[in-house]
């Protein structure tokens, strides 16, 4: 997975659209980051799920985190298929998310 950096505007409500994860590396480790910029307030989860939101026959079943407030950082370890973004609420500013996912060079 390339680095993901999406910008959410103050008018975004709801589950936003997935960014996948290469559940395939071994072992899994994606950072991200969720950035309330300048003057933005609000309160969003981190959703995953272990499903291909691709396949039409597959109902995702989504597990999000704790709200946040603030600018927060955290990592990835377990083989999710696909994270997004859930905006409860974001006024005065944007929101961005970014993703970075390491990988292992050399190795076939």
Do not use: C
């Amino acid at each position: 997975m390339n680095p993901v950096s999406v910008t959410y505007p103050a008018s975004a409500t709801g589950a936003q659209t997935p960014i996948s994860i290469d559940w395939r590396i071994a072992p899994v480790n994606v950072g991200y980051a969720v950035i309330f910029n300048a003057g933005a307030s609000g309160s969003v989860t981190v959703d995953h799920t272990y499903d291909n939101v691709n396949d039409p026959s597959v109902t995702p079943v989504w597990f999000s985190s704790s709200a946040i407030t603030a600018n927060t950082e955290g990592t990835i370890t377990v083989p999710y298929q696909f994270v997004r973004i859930t905006v409860g609420s974001l006024a005065g500013g944007t929101l961005t998310f970014k993703l970075n996912q390491a990988t292992q060079i050399g190795t076939t």
